[in-house]
């Protein structure tokens, strides 16, 4: 079975120092503490880790605690990531934390590690209803780019045609000038 960690993480802003870490597994097991070795210890069967806004922010927070578990950036899905390309016509892709009252201001990594999880699946969902053409353009352009490389191997993903050229030709051909592609095939 392939195990995912939603991970997330408050970090002093000052010191930069963690102070809370949160974590749900895709087996449901929670993990809540400010403990990197304890954390090393929960995840340390974990296929993937995955994260909002992971690889910008908490990624280097836990990059030692993660390679002592023999994971490495190439197995961060960010969610962040996903979502700009998956859910393009909102105007904000930040959690979602319906938790927070309008006078607390607090987070709570744990929280969030569970929102995180249910918006992965929800952008597996979408990846899963796109127009398979859509589908292999994504993956061709984003196969080897950090947060979406482990989001494609944890799906399997394998392209039906790995002609990128003719995917978008054929896709965009309505929105794309006739004159120009006559000149990208000449070029070839």
């Excluded at 994260?51 to 927070?61: C, E, L, Q, R, V």
């Amino acid at each position: 079975m392939t195990l995912i960690a939603f991970l997330d993480l408050e970090v002093d802003p000052e010191t930069q120092s963690i102070l809370d870490i949160g974590c749900i597994t895709s087996n449901q097991n929670k993990f809540h503490k400010n403990s990197s070795h304890e954390l090393e210890n929960f995840i340390k069967d974990a296929n993937y880790v995955c994260g909002h806004n992971f690889i910008a922010h908490d990624f280097k927070y836990l990059q030692a605690t993660l390679a002592k578990v023999s994971i490495n950036q190439q197995q961060v899905i960010d969610t962040l990531l996903l979502s700009a390309l998956l859910f393009p016509a909102r105007p904000y892709h930040a959690l979602n934390k319906d938790y927070k009252t309008q006078f607390e201001s607090s987070n709570s990594p744990l929280n969030d590690a569970i929102i995180t999880r249910d918006l992965f699946y929800s952008e597996i969902q979408v990846f899963s209803e796109l127009d398979i053409a859509l589908q292999n353009i994504f993956y061709l352009l984003l196969k080897n780019q950090s947060g979406f490389q482990a989001f494609f191997n944890y799906l399997v993903f394998k392209p039906v045609n790995d002609d990128l050229f003719v995917l978008i030709y054929e896709l965009f051909s309505q929105d794309i000038c006739e004159q120009k592609v006559g000149i990208m095939i000449a070029l070839e």
